[in-house]
């Protein structure tokens, strides 16, 4: 193997026959920055299975494997508009035991490689996760555009249950000096 092939990190579309690992996966991820904040997690797992389900299924949902070195060690599931070119980064995972070595990163850039008519990003993520917080900000650029709490509760607060208080942010990350789409339109 080339030096330069080593580590490296790609994307590999997930296959419908593959949804019941990658969402175990997923939660496994999810349930472990939870338990590092809180202790205990909730009854259930986190995304629920039918949330997950929501997510795989949406009209324009492209889910993939994180994959380095002929490995799974991650995930995302996106949802693409090919008309508007605002896209949305729904689910993202690295596995625990992968944390800190770049490949977040990695396949950050592996997507909006992936994507590159995209004018803008959209994404959330708990209040609680301050590693996911500063993966996005610091990491992959975005900026944080709302904070989902008590005083400003989110507008679909369906697809963020089990976020404990409904504390969240939404993140975006515009290219080309274009404007986003807020959700307000």
């Known amino acids: 193997m080339k030096l330069d092939e080593a580590n490296r990190v790609i994307l590999v579309p997930a296959q419908e026959a593959d949804l019941a690992d990658f969402q175990l996966s997923l939660q496994d991820a999810f349930a472990a920055g939870f338990t590092a904040a809180f202790g205990t997690l909730p009854e259930g797992p986190i995304p629920s299975d039918a949330e997950l389900g929501e997510f795989f299924h949406a009209p324009?949902?492209?889910?993939?494997?994180?994959?380095?070195?002929?490995?799974?060690?991650?995930?995302?599931?996106?949802?693409?508009?090919s008309a508007t070119h605002h896209n949305s980064l729904d689910l993202f995972f690295v596995s625990a035991e992968h944390h800190?070595?770049?490949?977040?990163?990695?396949?950050?850039?592996?997507?909006?490689?992936?994507?590159?008519?995209?004018?803008?990003?959209?994404?959330?993520?708990?209040?609680?996760?301050k590693r996911n917080i500063h993966f996005y900000v610091n990491?992959?650029?975005?900026?944080?555009?709302?904070?989902?709490?008590?005083?400003?509760?989110?507008?679909?607060?369906?697809?963020?249950?089990?976020?404990?208080d409904g504390e969240s942010f939404r993140f975006e990350k515009v290219y080309a000096d274009q404007p986003a789409q807020s959700d307000e339109q």
């Open 60 to 81: 324009g949902a492209a889910t993939y494997h994180i994959v380095l070195d002929g490995v799974r060690v991650g995930g995302a599931v996106l949802t693409i508009d």
């Open 139 to 164: 990491k992959c650029g975005f900026k944080i555009v709302e904070f989902y709490n008590v005083h400003h509760p989110d507008p679909h607060p369906e697809t963020r249950e089990g976020i404990p």
């Open 100 to 129: 800190g070595k770049g490949i977040g990163s990695r396949a950050w850039r592996a997507i909006e490689a992936m994507y590159p008519d995209t004018l803008a990003w959209e994404t959330h993520t708990p209040y609680f996760e």
